[in-house]
């Protein structure tokens, strides 16, 4: 269903006299009706650059060059797009591949432009529905919807074209523990049906399913082989930058003694509702002692990422207060609070805007009217291995640079306390890596870490694990291994 | 919060059901009766007979209540500065240059309820039809898909774009950001976010343009619609009814 032979493809370079830089070179793959094939590489490797060129979407659609052949269920696409509906491809953000205004018009779209007949169209659409498990919310507005939900939407408006291959790029990205067994289960079903399926993962639980894999390194793939073997070999998944295995995670315990008689934050009975919703949150009583490393878990939608906006004032409480480093939050502008706590927002690159790297990480401090600029702006340069792109406007930078250009940002404002939401999430080994040893530098510094997340494994590292569901805080505990320090 | 373009109440009354295309002809029609309304009384019983159809139709107080406060400063600015362009009648009160007449604030008046009337019956046609049914009685009234399909992008994409606004303005709150001081200088502190929400909203336009080829936009030979448009004969019967009753109104205002 899918063979491309000795495919090398490169987008147009930027500046004339600059050569186009190969993003896959020598790429060979051959794929049978109900295959599955993982296809694993660290951040940059090409993953989503292989999934549009073998969907037939790049160069066309994207400019650049291909080299080689690409032929889906025989067609060879150098002789023009795939026929409508023989390949589907799912984007790693789905979110993006949405645009009706109705879940069952979302679903209804693919198969209007294949000029089905209405009655046809309409026993398709109720099927895809059920299929997936969206027929409860199929008057819904695509974007409202959560994010498994996003992703399994996207797949039915796929799945319901009939088509032979599917590629999917990072299916599981993104999604909370309950939104992951969703995907998977929606794959599950998929190959049940006998689609050939492509599956750009950096999860091994992904490639385990898919059960056979290839790696892409620096746009070179390897040949497929079974998932298994290679898992087991976690060293060279590890230096390859692709996985890191919890053994190889630095120490994150405590280095400094917690001192409880002075909380960095305190949170009394902070009610929230958005105007006109609502109540989110619902009366949260929360004190954090400095020098604490405190992990927030629960699931999509209980309130995580509500409550930690109320940490540096950039949402109000409807009722309560909450209180930074001794000082009362109300009345305070969310800028002012910045110089004492750092934040860490999910999908961090998305707010990068200076025209240079180093302009990038001077923003805050200079906002901020700190005096030593220059020197912080260095030392975080070198910190984080960045002098060489250190004029690069960020916006340019590879998807892992500009995830270390984030971190490079709040470090650089050195605040007492860091809020982290959802780091973890779309990082590579090496990516993670970079992440733990900065965590482990905080720990050291005593510095206060407010950490949300849906990785289990990272938030047992913590010293206390708050767990909030719809809204309210339902056990606050402290792991077995932290009890009495640094075990 | 985000603001959605979307203003359909969704419901099932007859309005709700009736063929859009036949809606659009009457909101035609009822827009050119606005102008032809004689009177002061004739624009009040106009307006108070489509707030009893909106509200027999399921839409709520909340929302026509919404678009009152919505029109509120538009109406405010008539009734202020209508009378001294228009001073006719006689004198009440003048100041220099401005003269404040009885004939001007009638003017104001009236102007302010055709304004209202206008606003009421385009509404009444977005509260009671979704984006889709709208965009494809568009398409079959001869607009071509890709121009009804990018109305409705703009739509999705409009309250994409606020959200990654805010986003962008939080994230940069956090690193210390605050707009203060004069007008100038608060548009200035706005440059940055609005360089991010730029970049941003490319990358969602390239993502978009695979989206749609990727389900075939350009490969589709002869698109079919799922809910393809169907003038029934309660359909033909509203706009036979609301033609006719437009004809007799507009021969009643016209024959002197």
Same mark, same amino acid.
């Not at chain 1, 060129?53 to 023009?80: C, E, N, W």
């Not at chain 1, 984007?91 to 069952?104: C, G, I, K, R, S």
């Not at chain 1, 490639?207 to 998932?227: I, K």
């Given at each position: 269903m899918i063979s491309a032979q000795d495919i090398t493809f490169s987008y147009a370079s930027r500046q004339a006299d600059e050569r186009p830089k190969a993003v896959l070179t020598d790429c060979s793959l051959n794929l049978g009706p109900s295959q599955a094939l993982a296809v694993m590489g660290p951040t940059g490797a090409g993953k989503s650059t292989l999934s549009y060129v073998l969907a037939g979407l790049a160069p066309r659609h994207t400019g650049g060059t291909l080299l080689g052949s690409v032929a889906i269920a025989g067609h060879d696409l150098r002789d023009g797009p795939p026929a409508i509906g023989s390949v589907g491809v799912l984007f790693q953000d789905a979110a993006t591949q949405l645009f009706n205004t109705t879940v069952e018009d979302e679903v209804a779209w693919g198969l209007e432009a294949m000029g089905l007949a209405p009655h046809e169209i309409g026993q398709r659409v109720e099927v895809s529905l059920a299929h997936f498990?969206?027929?409860?919310?199929?008057?819904?507005?695509?974007?409202a919807l959560s994010g498994g939900q996003q992703k399994r939407l996207a797949l039915a408006a796929l799945w319901t074209m009939r088509p032979g291959v599917l590629i999917l790029d990072e299916p599981l990205g993104g999604l909370d523990p309950e939104g992951c067994a969703e995907v998977l289960a929606a794959v599950d079903t998929l190959r049940e049906a006998g689609t050939t399926l492509l599956i750009m993962t950096l999860q091994p639980e992904m490639a385990r399913q898919a059960g056979a894999l290839a790696l892409l390194a620096d746009g070179h793939l390897s040949s497929a082989m079974p998932v298994t073997a290679w898992l087991e070999q976690e060293v060279a998944l590890a230096e390859s930058g692709l996985l890191l295995p919890t053994r190889l995670w630095p120490d994150l315990s405590p280095r400094v003694a917690v001192d409880h008689r002075d909380p960095a934050i305190e949170v009394q009975g902070l009610r929230f509702r958005y105007p006109g919703g609502t109540e989110v949150l619902h009366g949260i009583d929360l004190t954090i002692p400095r020098g604490q490393f405190v992990a927030l878990v629960g699931r999509n939608g209980a309130g995580k990422s509500t409550l930690v906006r109320h940490l540096n004032g950039l949402l109000r409480p409807s009722s309560g207060a909450v209180s930074v480093m001794g000082r009362p939050l109300a009345g305070r502008a969310?800028?002012?609070v910045a110089g004492h706590v750092g934040f860490l927002f999910q999908r961090p690159e998305q707010q990068l805007f200076s025209a240079t790297v180093r302009d990038e990480i001077a923003y805050g401090p200079a906002r901020l009217g700190l005096s030593d600029v220059a020197a912080r702006v260095d030392n975080v340069l070198a910190r984080f291995g960045l002098e060489n792109v250190a004029d690069v406007p960020p916006a340019l930078l590879g998807y892992g640079a500009q995830r270390t250009v984030t971190l490079a940002v709040l470090a650089a404002l050195a605040t007492p306390i860091v809020v982290l939401d959802e780091p973890t999430v779309g990082l590579d080994g090496r990516g993670l890596g970079q992440l733990l040893a900065w965590v482990a530098e905080l720990r050291e510094q005593g510095v206060t870490i407010v950490l949300v997340t849906h990785d289990l494994g990272l938030a047992a590292r913590a010293d206390r694990v708050i767990t909030l569901d719809n809204g309210a805080i339902t056990s606050d505990d402290t792991p077995a291994e932290a009890h009495g320090g640094s075990a | 919060m985000t603001v959605t373009f979307d203003t359909y109440v969704?419901? %099932?009354? !007859?309005?709700? =059901?009736?063929?859009?295309r036949a809606k659009l002809w009457a909101t035609l029609l009822s827009l050119m009766a606005v102008f032809l309304l004689p009177n002061v009384g004739a624009?009040? !019983?106009?307006?108070?007979g489509i707030h009893l159809v909106l509200l027999a139709s399921g839409v709520p107080w909340r929302t026509l209540w919404g678009l009152w406060r919505q029109m509120a400063i538009l109406v405010i600015l008539i009734m202020v500065l209508q009378p001294f362009l228009r001073p006719i009648g006689r004198e009440v009160f003048s100041l220099g240059p401005l003269h404040l007449t009885t004939g001007g604030m009638l003017d104001a008046v009236r102007l302010a309820l055709r304004a209202l009337a206008i606003a009421f019956a385009v509404a009444t046609l977005l509260y009671t039809t979704s984006q889709p049914a709208l965009v494809s009685a568009m398409v079959r009234l001869g607009l071509p898909y890709t121009w009804g399909l990018t109305v409705s992008l703009a739509l999705r994409f409009l309250p994409a774009i606020q959200?990654?606004?805010h986003t962008?303005?939080?994230?940069?709150?956090? =690193?210390?950001?605050?707009?203060?001081? %004069?007008?100038?200088r608060r548009l200035q502190e706005h440059v940055p976010i609005l360089v991010a929400v730029m970049i941003g909203t490319l990358r969602m336009s390239d993502q978009l343009t695979l989206a749609l080829a990727a389900r075939g936009l350009e490969t589709s030979r002869r698109r079919t619609t799922w809910h393809a448009l169907h003038m029934r004969r309660r359909d033909w019967a509203f706009a036979l009814g609301i033609t006719l009753a437009f004809c007799l109104f507009a021969w009643w205002q016209l024959r002197s």
């Amino acid at each position: 269903m899918i063979s491309a032979q000795d495919i090398t493809f490169s987008y147009a370079s930027r500046q004339a006299d600059e050569r186009p830089k190969a993003v896959l070179t020598d790429c060979s793959l051959n794929l049978g009706p109900s295959q599955a094939l993982a296809v694993m590489g660290p951040t940059g490797a090409g993953k989503s650059t292989l999934s549009y060129v073998l969907a037939g979407l790049a160069p066309r659609h994207t400019g650049g060059t291909l080299l080689g052949s690409v032929a889906i269920a025989g067609h060879d696409l150098r002789d023009g797009p795939p026929a409508i509906g023989s390949v589907g491809v799912l984007f790693q953000d789905a979110a993006t591949q949405l645009f009706n205004t109705t879940v069952e018009d979302e679903v209804a779209w693919g198969l209007e432009a294949m000029g089905l007949a209405p009655h046809e169209i309409g026993q398709r659409v109720e099927v895809s529905l059920a299929h997936f498990e969206l027929t409860a919310v199929r008057q819904r507005a695509p974007w409202a919807l959560s994010g498994g939900q996003q992703k399994r939407l996207a797949l039915a408006a796929l799945w319901t074209m009939r088509p032979g291959v599917l590629i999917l790029d990072e299916p599981l990205g993104g999604l909370d523990p309950e939104g992951c067994a969703e995907v998977l289960a929606a794959v599950d079903t998929l190959r049940e049906a006998g689609t050939t399926l492509l599956i750009m993962t950096l999860q091994p639980e992904m490639a385990r399913q898919a059960g056979a894999l290839a790696l892409l390194a620096d746009g070179h793939l390897s040949s497929a082989m079974p998932v298994t073997a290679w898992l087991e070999q976690e060293v060279a998944l590890a230096e390859s930058g692709l996985l890191l295995p919890t053994r190889l995670w630095p120490d994150l315990s405590p280095r400094v003694a917690v001192d409880h008689r002075d909380p960095a934050i305190e949170v009394q009975g902070l009610r929230f509702r958005y105007p006109g919703g609502t109540e989110v949150l619902h009366g949260i009583d929360l004190t954090i002692p400095r020098g604490q490393f405190v992990a927030l878990v629960g699931r999509n939608g209980a309130g995580k990422s509500t409550l930690v906006r109320h940490l540096n004032g950039l949402l109000r409480p409807s009722s309560g207060a909450v209180s930074v480093m001794g000082r009362p939050l109300a009345g305070r502008a969310a800028g002012t609070v910045a110089g004492h706590v750092g934040f860490l927002f999910q999908r961090p690159e998305q707010q990068l805007f200076s025209a240079t790297v180093r302009d990038e990480i001077a923003y805050g401090p200079a906002r901020l009217g700190l005096s030593d600029v220059a020197a912080r702006v260095d030392n975080v340069l070198a910190r984080f291995g960045l002098e060489n792109v250190a004029d690069v406007p960020p916006a340019l930078l590879g998807y892992g640079a500009q995830r270390t250009v984030t971190l490079a940002v709040l470090a650089a404002l050195a605040t007492p306390i860091v809020v982290l939401d959802e780091p973890t999430v779309g990082l590579d080994g090496r990516g993670l890596g970079q992440l733990l040893a900065w965590v482990a530098e905080l720990r050291e510094q005593g510095v206060t870490i407010v950490l949300v997340t849906h990785d289990l494994g990272l938030a047992a590292r913590a010293d206390r694990v708050i767990t909030l569901d719809n809204g309210a805080i339902t056990s606050d505990d402290t792991p077995a291994e932290a009890h009495g320090g640094s075990a | 919060m985000t603001v959605t373009f979307d203003t359909y109440v969704p419901g %099932s009354s !007859l309005l709700h =059901r009736l063929d859009p295309r036949a809606k659009l002809w009457a909101t035609l029609l009822s827009l050119m009766a606005v102008f032809l309304l004689p009177n002061v009384g004739a624009q009040l !019983l106009f307006l108070a007979g489509i707030h009893l159809v909106l509200l027999a139709s399921g839409v709520p107080w909340r929302t026509l209540w919404g678009l009152w406060r919505q029109m509120a400063i538009l109406v405010i600015l008539i009734m202020v500065l209508q009378p001294f362009l228009r001073p006719i009648g006689r004198e009440v009160f003048s100041l220099g240059p401005l003269h404040l007449t009885t004939g001007g604030m009638l003017d104001a008046v009236r102007l302010a309820l055709r304004a209202l009337a206008i606003a009421f019956a385009v509404a009444t046609l977005l509260y009671t039809t979704s984006q889709p049914a709208l965009v494809s009685a568009m398409v079959r009234l001869g607009l071509p898909y890709t121009w009804g399909l990018t109305v409705s992008l703009a739509l999705r994409f409009l309250p994409a774009i606020q959200d990654l606004f805010h986003t962008v303005r939080d994230a940069q709150a956090a =690193r210390g950001w605050i707009a203060e001081g %004069s007008i100038f200088r608060r548009l200035q502190e706005h440059v940055p976010i609005l360089v991010a929400v730029m970049i941003g909203t490319l990358r969602m336009s390239d993502q978009l343009t695979l989206a749609l080829a990727a389900r075939g936009l350009e490969t589709s030979r002869r698109r079919t619609t799922w809910h393809a448009l169907h003038m029934r004969r309660r359909d033909w019967a509203f706009a036979l009814g609301i033609t006719l009753a437009f004809c007799l109104f507009a021969w009643w205002q016209l024959r002197s």
